[in-house]
């Protein structure tokens, strides 16, 4: 079997209107299955909580935005693990829902804990679905965003490859808007891209591409090949796995160890 990590951001699960997007993450969920039904063993990091929070509930006054966060979230999440039960149900697959803060990722029992919890759900074929714990852990104790969770997830969890699923096929040479820029296919553990990076953000979620070069990066160097793909093309994770050479995506060669 060969561990997975899938982390889907919250451009890939909402509308432009910012309402979640049950046709993408029922998409998501069947290419999953098909994983699990070819041999990989996957753990999802799924952001959208927030985004799916704010959807659901009109505030009538004005809400800073750590309250934002912590209220939306709060509901948001209820929400979306609810979808996605109720989606791998159909599959007969079991899901658990892992909330989890930085503090957990410094060495210790905390860390022991949380490795060992998603090893025995693994090892009963369940599909731990990872978020920060955002109603608790706030500003600077916080993730950058997914993208750095789900690289210390891998890290933590001995992952052979972590896919970041994003609205845009991967790193280009310039504004991927531009014709002239190119997809990067490759990027081997000594090239430098920091002059490609574009810094802006989508409105969904906190991450970018800057975090996700960055994530993709530190994480290559640690062993683990990273891939990064466009959660919105039909069957993207199939696709990129088996028919890479056909399929957008940048992907980071990992350093050998
Ligand atoms: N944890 C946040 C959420 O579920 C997402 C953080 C991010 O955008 O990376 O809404």
């Known amino acids: 079997m060969e561990r997975i990590v899938v982390k889907v951001g919250s451009n ?21 299955a098909w994983l699990k039904e070819h041999r990989y ?18 505030v009538e006054y004005a809400l800073d935005s750590v309250e934002q966060r912590q209220l939306y979230s709060a509901i948001g999440q209820v929400k979306l693990i609810n ?15 892992v909330l989890t803060m ?9 860390y022991d804990n949380q490795r060992a919890c998603m090893e025995v759900m693994l090892d009963n074929a369940v ?39 994003s ?5 280009y040479t310039g504004n991927p808007a531009e014709p002239d820029s190119q997809l ?10 920091d002059k490609y990076i574009q810094a802006e953000k989508s409105s969904a979620g906190r991450g970018g591409m800057e975090s996700k070069y960055k994530t993709a990066r530190q994480v290559s160097q640690s062993g683990i ?11 993207i994770l199939p696709q990129v796995l088996t028919a890479p050479h056909t399929t957008p995506h940048t992907e980071f060669v990992p350093q050998q160890r």
Do not use: W
């Open 167 to 171: 609205n845009v096929d991967g790193i």
């Open 41 to 58: 063993e996957v753990i999802l990091v799924s952001s959208g909580a927030v985004a799916c929070g704010r959807s659901e509930l009109k």
């Open 102 to 110: 930085r503090e957990n990722f410094q060495q210790g029992e905390q």
């Open 225 to 235: 090949r990273v891939i990064i793909a466009n959660g919105r093309r039909d069957n």
């Open 12 to 32: 890939v699960l909402t509308t432009p209107t910012g309402k979640l997007d049950i046709t993408r993450l029922s998409a998501i969920v069947d290419q999953i």
């Open 184 to 193: 990067i296919a490759k990027v081997n553990p000594k090239d430098q891209l």
């Open 127 to 165: 599909i731990p679905i990872v978020n920060e714990n955002d109603t608790v852990s706030i500003t600077e104790l916080m993730f950058t965003d997914n993208d750095e969770l789900s690289g210390l997830i891998s890290q933590m969890m001995g992952a052979k490859t972590l896919v970041l699923l």
């Open 83 to 97: 979808h996605y039960y109720d989606l791998f149900r159909e599959y007969g697959i079991h899901i658990g829902q």
